[in-house]
């Protein structure tokens, strides 16, 4: 059964960072891009991230770029995103999600499995 577990979400205080892990389970890792996306209330899930499957290539949404990181480790079936200069505009539940088509997109509806979330709050 394909799993994906998000972890490393908490309370930060404005310009702290957080790195997020995304562990998978139950399916080719290595095969699988994967994307990180995110939700604050009232508002529509935004692509934050994606990563290929090798690795070698990367997206990023605007309001992230240059303050995210996003990586993987295929032997650990696991990938990350380094957080950093949080601002409260950044308090959202973050997934992550994997798609076995395509080099990588920040597009919501394309990715067919979804872990269940974890929070991020920045906040003073």
């Known amino acids: 059964q394909l799993q994906l577990v998000e972890s490393g979400g908490g309370l930060v205080h404005p310009g702290g960072s957080l790195r997020l892990s995304c562990a998978a389970s139950?399916?080719?890792?290595?095969?699988?891009?994967i994307g990180w996306f995110r939700q604050a209330p009232g508002k529509e899930r935004e692509g934050v991230s994606c990563?290929?499957?090798?690795?070698?290539?990367?997206r990023y949404g605007d309001s992230v770029q240059g303050r995210f990181t996003i990586s993987r480790d295929n032997a650990k079936n696991t990938a990350y995103l380094q957080m950093n200069s949080l601002s409260p505009e950044d308090t959202a539940v973050y997934y992550c999600?994997?798609?076995?088509?395509?080099?990588?997109?920040?597009?919501?509806?394309?990715?067919?499995?979804w872990g269940q979330g974890t929070q991020v709050t920045v906040s003073s």
């Open positions: 999600a994997a798609r076995n088509w395509g080099n990588c997109g920040i597009d919501p509806p394309s990715y067919k499995y």
């Open positions: 990563i290929s499957p090798s690795g070698r290539s990367t």
């Open positions: 139950g399916f080719t890792f290595r095969n699988y891009a």
